[in-house]
């Protein structure tokens, strides 16, 4: 995966750029884990400060699949952790990118998996369970939906309402 450069894509795709079917994601995230390019259907969840629906997904198959955890932007505590970013890169999940932060970042940096985060935090979240899967979420300036397609390489992030070809 990951052999669409992101660049590519926006150059021969420009009616889509401003339609809206194609958008760039603000660039707030810092690169994290060994993938600097990845790609896969989306799965999104939204939560606050509370990562135990982040687990309860992780441990499912990934199947390609990119995780899009909105934490609202929260930096008070972490959502994700080297564990879940092991259990992520074991079940074959491509990716994951976080409207918060991680922790365990030297971890995550050995694992070959693509983490995009606003940055790290060493503070564990909650563990409520609270939560809600396979919402819209409006995250890094635009509004993502479950299932579309994520491609995210060294220049940025880009989500797509359908697959792109090469
Ligand atoms: O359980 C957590 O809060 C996240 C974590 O530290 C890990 O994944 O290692």
Redesign the pocket.
Known sequence: MGSLATADVCDSNAASVVNGDLRVLHSIFQAYGQNQSFSGPIMTLKVFED?VLV?ELLETKGEGRVLIVDGGGSRRC?L??????QLAQNNGWAGIVVNGCI??VDEINGCHIGVRALGSNPL??NKKGVGERNCPVYIAGHWVRDAEWLYADSDGIIVSKSELSA
């Open positions: 990562n687990r972490a994700v952790g080297g564990n879940l970013v922790r365990d564990k979240s």
